[in-house]
Structure formats: C-alpha cells, structure tokens
C-alpha cells in the first residue's frame, strides 16, 4: 500500500495482556461491517447492537450498563441534558389529544415544555398539587403519562410515589419521575413500580460542574424501544467523550453524596435552629412530605431551601459570599446559593416570596460554616437597618 493508504488505515495491534481499570473511549459516527451479508443485515441488530455512533458506541453501553444496575432496571437510554431526558419520554409517549399530569412543584422548564412545545402539537398538561390531593380528579381518558419529581425543585415537597403509582396504575397511566435529588443511591423508582427513572446526569453523576447529560431508565423493553424510535428521530445521542466523563465521575458519587448529604444537612439543622426562614430539607421534620421522605428515602443529598423572609436585602449578602458561588445547577464540588422567585400555575403559599437554593459541595464545613454566617448576618443587619 502507498502512504496515502497507510495514513488512512490504522493497523491492528494485540491488546493481550492490556487489561485497564478505565472504560476506553470508542469515537465513531461510522460503524464498519466484516462483510456484505452483515451490512445488508444491520437494520436486525438490536439495541444494544451497534449500527451508527449516534446511536452509541461500547463506551455509552458501558455507562448505560452501570445506570441500569444501579437503578435495579433493565434497560436504560443516555441523552444529551436532563431536559432532553424529560422531553424524550413526554415526546415518546404522547400523541395529540393525549394529556400528562405534572406536579406543581416540577422543575419549571418542564412547564415550559408543556405550555410552548407540546400544546401547540394538541397534547395537553395539567398541573397537580405536589401531595396529590387532586390528582385522581383530575385523571380522565385523555390523561397518557403522570409526572413526578421528589423533592420537588426548590420547594422540596417530598411526594408520594408509591401512592402515585398505585393509582396510575388504577386508570392504566404510566408514570414517571425526575430523580436527579436523590439519584438511585438514595431513591429507587422503578422498584417502586414507576416506568421512567429519570435523572440529569449533569448533577451528581457528572460531579464536577462540567458535563451535561441526562439518562432514562426503564424495565420495560417497548418503552426503551419507544424512547430510542423518539431520540433516532429526532437524531439525539450522547458523544462518548462526555460519557467518559460521566464514568470518571461516577466511580466517585457514592463517596461525594453521603458527604455532601451529611453535611448539609448539618448546615440545614443550624440554620433551622438560627431561625433564618423556612428551611425546608426533606429530612427536617417541618418540610412537606417528611414522613414519605423518612419511609422511601435511603438519605438525603447536598441540596435543600431557605424562604427568605425578606428578599429586598439579598444582594449585598450574595455579593459578600467567599465560598460559595452564586449559580443554580448542583452535585459539583463548589458550594452554590441561587435565589429562586417560584410562580406556580396553582395557588402556592411560597408564592412570591425568595426562596435561596443551597447547594453544598466538598469544601471545608467550617468555611461554609463561617460563609453562611456572614450571609446572614449581613441579609438581617441590613433588614433591620431598613
Ligand atoms: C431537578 C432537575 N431536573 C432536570 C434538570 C435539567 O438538567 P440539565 O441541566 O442537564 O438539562 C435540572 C437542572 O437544573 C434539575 O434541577
């Protein structure tokens, strides 16, 4: 061969004797075939087969393999951010005419999601309370899909899946949760009956501030075939760089949770014994749904809530922080605080008021510790000033 040819083909190496701890990171738009027949064939490989990059490559498989044992499925599909998980399983279960329950306290973009993409195509939402008082009424013919999310985003109301489900199950709804709080380390869905466990891998799987992602699980193999039909349509995959990140970032979750879960929920009982606010953290007796939490929960991660009870002198608080960051996000190394107003489409008591989000990382506790004092000292010197 002339070294035209030689460049382009790499020649094959023995790998004998080449076992690493690491997952190699397999780059490919194009897969190649051994022979004609396999090539005229490929459409009948199935899906954890390998016909087109897009559709992964054996390092998204290695990924999509720990996913599902962890979340105790069978089944599980990687995507590009946690929205997309969201509207990836909305967009492949749904159909004009058809309807999906969300509970107010979802993360708002998937509100979003419902009120501009999803009913202009003639697919309807409602909104339920997060305890789901309401919920049964407002089940019809129409209604394809309930959404969960426990805790709820930023308000923190822990909801009760199990109930949920049950009565899902009751009118032949499927079901599905945003898991991105607890992760599968401290909240199993799918051992709970629900059919989609849904997390952003951008938080705690990822760890590090630097990777967007999101998975979906599922035990059912139609609904995997279901939401892979959706994301080949709509040509979403997930490049195996980033998923190389997820894996680095995975091997070290377990560890980063419980201390970060540890810690912040030190922080959440001194500032709760401070009186600051409301905080809610699902594992303070004072925060909605507490019991479910105690019941369902293994533990709790690095992020809970403060109501502000003045939100006019925030400013000059945030602008003094020395550890942590101001940003919204979570599950990195770097402490956060990102003020929320929540606007709900129900009447919510939280309504209007400040609500400070607190993500905890892996910093010193006594820095936040001195950090949060400062905080607070500033946000209540300025309010009685006022
Ligand atoms: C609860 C929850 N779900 C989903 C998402 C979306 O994740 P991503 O940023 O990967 O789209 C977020 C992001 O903030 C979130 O907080």
Redesign the pocket.
């Known amino acids: 061969m002339r070294d035209a040819t030689l460049c382009t083909i790499h020649p094959t190496i023995s790998e004998e004797g080449y076992t690493a701890l690491t997952v190699p990171t397999h780059r490919a738009s194009t897969i190649v075939f051994p022979d004609a027949a396999a090539y005229a064939t490929r459409g009948q490989r199935d899906l954890d087969g390998f016909s087109y990059g897009l559709h992964g490559t054996p390092t998204n498989r290695v990924l999509e393999a720990q996913l599902t044992a962890l979340e105790g499925g069978r089944h599980t599909v990687l995507v590009p ?6 509207a990836v399983i909305f967009l492949a279960m749904l159909k004009p005419g058809d309807t999906v329950l969300i509970p107010d306290s979802a ?1 708002p ?2 509100t979003g999601f419902c009120r501009n993409f999803l009913a202009p195509l003639g697919i309807g939402h409602r909104v339920y309370r997060p305890d789901a008082s309401d919920l049964e009424a407002q089940i019809d013919s129409s209604v394809k899909l309930i959404w969960m ?1 426990a805790p709820g ?1 930023t308000t923190m109301e822990v909801q009760d899946v199990p109930a949920i489900v049950a009565l899902a199950k009751r009118h032949g709804i499927l079901t599905g949760i ?1 898991n ?2 607890a992760t599968p380390l401290l909240f199993k869905p799918l051992a709970h009956g629900v059919d989609f466990s ?6 705690y799987v990822g760890g590090h501030s630097d990777l ?3 998975s979906v699980s599922v035990n059912d193999s139609e609904l995997r075939r279901r939401l892979r039909d959706q994301m080949r349509m709509l040509g979403l995959g997930v490049p195996p760089d980033a998923v190389s990140l997820a894996l680095r970032g995975i091997e070290t979750m377990a560890v980063r949770m419980a201390h970060q879960g540890r810690v912040a929920l030190e922080l959440a009982r001194e500032l709760a014994d401070r009186g600051v606010g409301e905080v809610l953290h699902p594992a303070l007796p004072s925060c909605p749904g507490h019991e479910i939490f105690k019941r369902d929960f293994a533990g709790a991660s690095g992020v809970f809530s403060i109501v502000l009870p003045e939100a006019a002198r925030l400013n000059p608080a945030l602008d003094a922080l020395r550890v942590f960051a101001i940003g ?3 599950g990195g190394t770097r402490s956060l605080m990102a003020p929320m107003t929540i606007t709900r489409e129900n009447a919510h008591p939280r309504n209007d008021k400040t609500i400070l989000r607190l993500q905890i990382g892996l910093e010193d506790p006594a820095d936040l510790r001195a950090d949060l004092e400062a905080f607070f000292d500033i946000l209540t010197t300025e309010q009685a000033d006022a």
């Open positions: 951010s946690g929205q997309t998980a969201i993360y973009p998937v999310e985003s945003d991105t709080w849904m997390q952003a891998l951008t938080k967007l992602m999101g919204a996000s979570w």
